[in-house]
Structures are given as structure tokens and as C-alpha cells.
């Protein structure tokens, strides 16, 4: 399994500001996943990084509202843009194993008053 | 898209009583299987996995999971609880590689 970090682990940020959460992964992986965790819900997917190429992203999420960089295959970050209170929740990212599964960050959590 | 219920939003329980959570999900080929906890103020950590084989799979800390094809289930079960099993439960199917989906979990609170 990999062992992934993610900086900051927790923030409070001003409505209009923008935060990049950074996701690091001690081995080279193809997939990195970014996904949001609002409060008392399940995980929902934002969109999936490949190195080298545009990030995809899941309906109802924008490039604008949350870009991604993934410069090499041990480092990604997503970006949250002008940020509202409905914003917060728990950001996680997360990479692939070998057979379809997924290991986990440890989460940002963010709030945004 | 597949999809993935839990019948249970949360589950109260007290410690050696057997635990059954309920996991379904929509899509007619071939899937993988997940099963994930995150225990309180931990990251999510994968409990178990099915992705073809022996339908009843065994996870850690005596958790097991049986994977019933015809019913569309993968229903997560431990004989005994414990109070340190208290945790957030997630089922989750991944149908296509990467398109990996979670159910809303299942909040188990264990009285010791």
C-alpha cells in the first residue's frame, strides 16, 4: 500500500479566497483521485489527475472551481477557488493499488466562514 | 453509472452483539468490491476487498464480507463487536477501473 500526506490538514479560510491543498505519495503512481467529503456524507469523486495530461472531472465540478496540477507521479494538488461556507468539508486524495482499489489521504479539512 | 446503497445510516450496538451491515449496489457486470473505515479522527483505511474468487472474503480484525452476485450485495458481518469498532463504514463498488463509487456509510457506535 502507499503511504500519501496532505498539507494542511486542516485550515479556516475567508469567503473569496482560494486554498491549495497539497497531496504527496512515497512511490510513483499513475492514478490520483481527489474526492469531498461534506459533513455527515459519503465521498464524492471531484476528478481524476494523470500526470502529464488535464485533469477529468466528475459532473457538477469545474476546472475553474477547483484546478489541479499533477507535475509528476508522486505529487498532486487541488485548488478550491473562491471559496464559499458551502465549500467546506473534507478533501481527500487518493491513489490506486493494484487491483482497483484505493488508498486514502489522511483528508483536509477545511471551513470556509 | 453504478450506484451503492447502505440500508443503515447508523448502527448502535453493544459490545459481543453481532454486526450485519447491508451493502447494495446497481450494475449488471463485473464489479470489485470495497469495503472502508474510518475510525474516529483516522483516514480512511480499506477493511476489505472482493474482486473475483472465493465469494466470502475475510478482512482485518475479523471482519468478513460475502459477496451474493444474484442479490446485488456485499453484506460486511463480524460475529463479535467491539467497543474499538466504533467507526464510519463505507461500501464501495468499482465497475470500470477508476470510476470507483461509495455507498453514504454507515455510522456504527459500539456501548461498551
Known amino acids: 500500500s502507499a503511504v500519501i500526506s496532505q498539507k494542511p490538514s486542516r485550515d479556516i479560510c475567508q469567503r473569496g479566497t482560494s486554498l491549495t491543498i497539497q497531496c504527496q505519495v512515497d512511490s510513483q503512481v499513475t492514478m490520483m483521485f481527489w474526492y469531498r467529503q461534506q459533513p455527515g456524507q459519503s465521498l464524492t469523486l471531484i476528478a481524476t489527475?494523470?500526470?502529464?495530461?488535464?485533469?477529468?472531472?466528475e459532473s457538477g465540478f469545474v476546472i475553474d472551481k477547483f484546478p489541479i496540477s499533477r507535475p509528476n507521479l508522486t505529487f498532486s494538488t487541488l485548488t478550491v477557488s473562491n471559496m464559499s461556507p458551502e465549500d467546506s468539508s473534507i478533501y481527500l486524495c487518493?491513489?490506486?493499488?493494484?487491483?482497483?482499489?484505493?488508498?486514502f489521504g489522511p483528508g483536509t479539512r477545511l471551513t470556509v466562514l | 453509472a453504478q450506484s451503492v446503497s447502505q440500508h443503515n445510516h447508523h448502527v448502535i450496538l453493544s459490545e459481543a452483539a453481532s454486526l450485519e451491515l447491508g451493502c447494495n449496489y446497481s450494475?449488471?457486470?463485473?464489479?470489485?468490491l470495497f469495503w472502508y473505515v474510518q475510525y474516529p479522527g483516522q483516514h480512511l483505511q480499506l477493511l476489505l476487498k472482493?474482486?473475483?474468487?472465493?465469494?466470502l472474503v475475510k478482512g482485518i480484525k475479523g471482519f468478513e464480507a460475502e459477496f451474493i452476485k444474484s442479490k446485488f450485495s456485499f453484506n460486511l458481518r463480524k460475529p463479535s463487536v467491539q467497543w474499538s469498532d466504533t467507526a464510519e463504514y463505507f461500501c464501495a463498488v468499482n465497475a470500470e477501473k477508476n470510476d470507483m463509487r461509495f455507498g453514504a456509510g454507515t455510522r456504527l457506535t459500539v456501548k461498551p
Open positions: 472482493y474482486f473475483s474468487g472465493d465469494p
Open positions: 487518493s491513489v490506486d493499488g493494484a487491483v482497483n482499489e484505493q488508498f
Open positions: 489527475a494523470n500526470q502529464g495530461s488535464e485533469a477529468t472531472y
Open positions: 450494475y449488471g457486470g463485473t464489479v470489485n
